[in-house]
């Protein structure tokens, strides 16, 4: 069997299993047979606490890890770099600055969190690409102007928050970095928006393949390679926002899944994206249910979990390229 298909079922099989232990794993907590049972038949008290609580958990922390894993492939195969991250180079950051901002100020509008989370995440995009472009783009340039624009937005964003506590202006969990309190609502934008996202990446995976030869290249075999760089953006900018908006900042997924990835299936981004997709589920899930058991009943964000995990992973990664050119 070819491996690639073994890694595949690998995958499906440690998330529907993860699934099934985070849904009945925890301060309530009932055996698969009766989680079962009840979906089934109902009548269950303790499994309709779960239903409403920590099934919107569960989906939004997968469809998050999916959507920033997808939005790191693609900003890699763009930008030429392998350390490229929705989270390192600022697309988060701006994203929530812009959702927030939102939430204070347009609080009616059903769609302002994603759509403000959409445009925040696209000002941050086209910032790092004007302001690291000389003469083509260069992978350690693109690397320190989005850590700048990240530090920039992160400020604003702490500001904003300063003025709101001053005025004791709440601004509820939904801005935080915890999956904590998640709704079907929440459930509905993120899957709708992640799956909308998640198609037109897997569409464009072709595309992506050609990015990774050199521009010359790329145009003698037809394509327009500033429509294609700039359409593949706007669909990483999408994923990256609606996880922010919906889940809050969580780094270093979309830098670690896909390197993970490459290794196992190779760089092919027809295969690479929708692996990618499963695994980032898997490590958002299993993070945020380490999280609520390891000190329980006190949580661990999962955010947290992964910035603990990916620091050490992008020194080691800086440590083990000659170069940060390529992919």
Not at 48 to 62: E, G, S, T, Y
Not at 176 to 183: E, G, I, P
Not at 276 to 289: E, H, M, N, P, Q
Request: with cysteine; charged share 10%.
């Amino acid at each position: 069997m070819n491996k690639k298909i073994v890694y595949f079922v690998v995958v499906i099989v440690l998330l529907l299993a993860m699934t099934g232990y985070s849904a009945v794993t925890g301060s309530v907590s009932v055996s698969i047979k009766e989680l079962i049972m009840d979906l089934l038949y109902g009548g269950n008290e303790e499994v309709a606490v779960i239903k409403d609580l920590r099934f919107p958990r569960i989906i939004v922390a997968m469809f998050a890890g999916a959507s920033l894993s997808v939005a790191g492939v693609l900003f890699q195969a763009v930008m030429r770099n392998p350390l490229a991250d929705a989270g390192v180079i600022g697309i988060s950051a701006g994203a929530s600055f812009f959702s927030l901002f939102a939430m204070l100020f347009l609080p009616g509008l059903f769609i302002s969190g994603p759509l403000f989370a959409f445009i925040g995440g696209s000002i941050a995009c086209l910032l790092v690409y004007w302001l690291s472009w000389k003469s083509g783009l260069n992978p350690l340039r693109i690397i320190l102007t989005g850590i700048a624009i990240s530090a920039m937005f992160t400020g604003l964003r702490e500001a904003m928050l300063m003025v709101c506590s001053y005025f004791n202006i709440a601004v509820g969990s939904s801005n935080s970095s915890n999956l904590l309190m998640k709704t079907w609502a929440d459930v509905e934008v993120i899957t709708v928006y992640g799956l909308i996202g998640i198609v037109l990446a897997c569409l464009v995976g072709s595309w992506c393949n050609v990015l990774a030869l050199q521009d010359k290249k790329a145009k003698n075999l037809g394509m327009n390679v500033t429509a294609a760089r700039l359409t593949i953006s706007a669909v990483a900018v999408l994923l990256a926002a609606v996880a922010t908006s919906v889940a809050g900042v969580i780094i270093f997924v979309g830098l670690l899944i896909p390197h993970i990835s490459r290794q196992l299936v190779g760089s092919d981004h027809r295969i690479l994206i929708p692996f990618s997709a499963l695994a980032g589920a898997l490590l958002i899930l299993t993070a945020d249910t380490l999280g609520r058991i390891l000190i329980a009943p006190l949580e661990i964000p999962a955010s947290t979990i992964m910035a603990v995990i990916g620091g050490p992973f992008l020194i080691f990664l800086l440590r083990k390229s000659d170069k940060v050119n390529g992919i």
